[in-house]
């Protein structure tokens, strides 16, 4: 156990951290893991890059295809009535 410890504490350092999660309970691991890798996210302050699209312009489109689609669905089955 004590060199368990020794070698834990030798290498972990603040910027590259050792953590011990008990792995008796998958939810609780699953959990923890999942903590770390939030927190350590939030702490790096990463943001999201500048879009080079225009998001309003692709909804135009998608839904202008996306009535002409219905459209054509309904033309093609009042032909087959």
Do not use: C
Not at 21 to 31: G, M, Q, T
Not at 62 to 79: C, I, L, N, P, T
């Amino acid at each position: 156990m004590d060199a368990y410890e020794d070698a834990i504490a030798l290498t972990s350092t603040k910027r590259a951290p050792w953590y011990i999660i008990p792995a008796n309970h998958k939810w609780f691991r699953n959990l923890a893991v999942s903590q770390i890798i939030a927190d350590t996210m939030d702490e790096m302050g990463l943001q999201l890059p500048a879009t080079r699209v225009d998001i309003a312009d692709i909804r135009r489109k998608y839904h202008a295809a996306e009535r002409e689609e219905q459209g054509s669905a309904r033309q093609k089955a009042s032909k087959v009535s």
